[in-house]
T-cell receptor
């Protein structure tokens, strides 16, 4: 079946602009995660959604970052007033609920803030 | 909280030689352990995972890893590598009751023909 998809694949923006990144999880997966992959920081957890529960936002680096998940499926990560240090690859993953379930990753969105 | 250490940032290996990529973790609770691979310009793909039971775990593409609780290690091995194994390899840990994965900084495996 289809895997996790993300759009856009690449995004170039100017400092100070807002950006929205989209993630379509695997159908049937109730858990959705956002991670960031950047030079010098490696792979960092950002936020986690599980069903209708309140999201775990403990990894969001600042209040400029927010995410929502509509209808338990598609998720959007929004970065307001982008800064150059936001340049990174943003990865989305989804999984079934349950301990030890495999997280399946999308191809990522490469964000470059000029 | 959990942390993962991958001491080797780069590992060059001759084709058909064996390889071991090292991973050590730290956690105050029991953990699940994972190895992911990222091929050039692609997303992360699961190689193998340890949840419980036998400490030797076999994954895709001929890779295996052994969980050693006393040494808090989960090293990845392959007896004979191929050019197609050129990629970056990430070790990750997930603590019981914690949903997020904590990743190591990755090891870039380069296969020398």
């Amino acid at each position: 079946g289809a895997g996790v998809s993300q759009s856009p694949s690449n995004k170039v923006t100017e400092k100070g602009k807002d950006v929205e990144l989209r993630c379509d999880p695997i159908s049937g997966h109730t858990a959705l995660y956002w991670y960031r992959q950047s030079l010098g920081q490696g792979l960092e957890f950002l936020i986690y959604f599980q069903g209708n529960s309140a999201p775990d936002k403990s990894g969001l680096p600042s209040d400029r970052f927010s995410a929502e998940r509509t209808g338990g499926s598609v998720s959007t990560l929004t970065i307001q007033r982008t800064q150059q240090e936001d340049s990174a690859v943003y990865l989305c993953a989804s999984s079934f609920a349950g301990a030890g379930e495999t997280q399946y990753f999308g191809p990522g969105t490469r964000l470059l803030v000029l | 909280a959990q942390s993962v250490t991958q001491l080797d940032s780069q590992v060059p290996v001759f084709e058909e030689a064996p390889v071991e990529l090292r991973c050590n973790y730290s956690s105050s609770v029991s953990v699940y352990l994972f190895w992911y691979v990222q091929y050039p310009n692609q997303g992360l793909q699961l190689l193998l995972k340890y949840l419980s039971g036998s400490t030797l775990v076999k994954g895709i593409n001929g890779f295996e890893a052994e969980f050693n609780k006393s040494q808090t290690s989960f090293h990845l091995r392959k007896p004979s590598v191929h050019i197609s194994d050129t990629a970056e390899y990430f070790c990750a840990v997930r603590g019981f009751g914690n949903e997020k994965l904590t990743f190591g900084t990755g090891t870039r495996l380069t296969i020398i023909p």
